[in-house]
């Protein structure tokens, strides 16, 4: 059984690669704040410029904060727990149904060439990591 749920992971994380998947916490409520921060401290320091001023910096400062911390999606589900990789599978495994692989080689051929299992396993994985991990999910570069 741990075989299994190691090619799923492999599964998952050549399907999250050839998508250019990356996620990460959403720390976007930090970011606002820091910007709303800096321009109602620029109004009380400076007037109508300063919040104008403010907000900019703020903005740029709120946006450096929280730059860079996208990470590859199979970093993260190779980094997962036991507990949290078997949640995967689970879900992995209602798409694939009955189907039977040998090992992960042929588990891999037999996904990546179905247009329509990638994308349902896509889907499972976006969904795991949005729900479970509470992640924000982009794709490419």
Same mark, same amino acid.
């Given at each position: 059984?741990?075989?299994? %749920? ?6 998952? *994380?050549?399907?999250?690669?050839? =998508? ?16 709303? +921060? ?12 300063? /919040? ?10 709120? *946006? ?10 199979? !970093? /993260? /589900?190779?980094?997962?727990?036991? !507990? ?12 694939? +149904? ?35 991990? =509470?992640?924000? %999910? =982009?794709? +490419?570069?």
């Amino acid at each position: 059984m741990a075989q299994r %749920v190691e090619d799923i992971m492999r599964l998952c *994380c050549e399907v999250s690669a050839n =998508r250019q998947m990356k996620a990460a916490v959403k720390n976007s409520g930090k970011g606002a704040a820091v910007a709303g +921060g800096s321009a109602f401290v620029g109004g009380l320091l400076a007037g109508p410029p300063g /919040i104008a001023l403010g907000g900019a910096i703020g903005g740029l400062l709120g *946006c450096w904060m929280t730059s860079g911390q996208f990470r590859p999606v199979p !970093q /993260i /589900i190779m980094e997962l727990p036991p !507990q949290q990789q078997q949640k995967l599978f689970s879900d992995v495994m209602a798409v694939l +149904g009955t189907l039977d692989w040998t090992d992960v080689a042929q588990l891999l051929m037999m996904v990546m060439g179905n247009v329509s299992l990638q994308e349902q396993i896509a889907a499972a994985v976006l969904s795991y990591v949005t729900k479970e991990l =509470r992640a924000e %999910v =982009r794709y +490419g570069d």
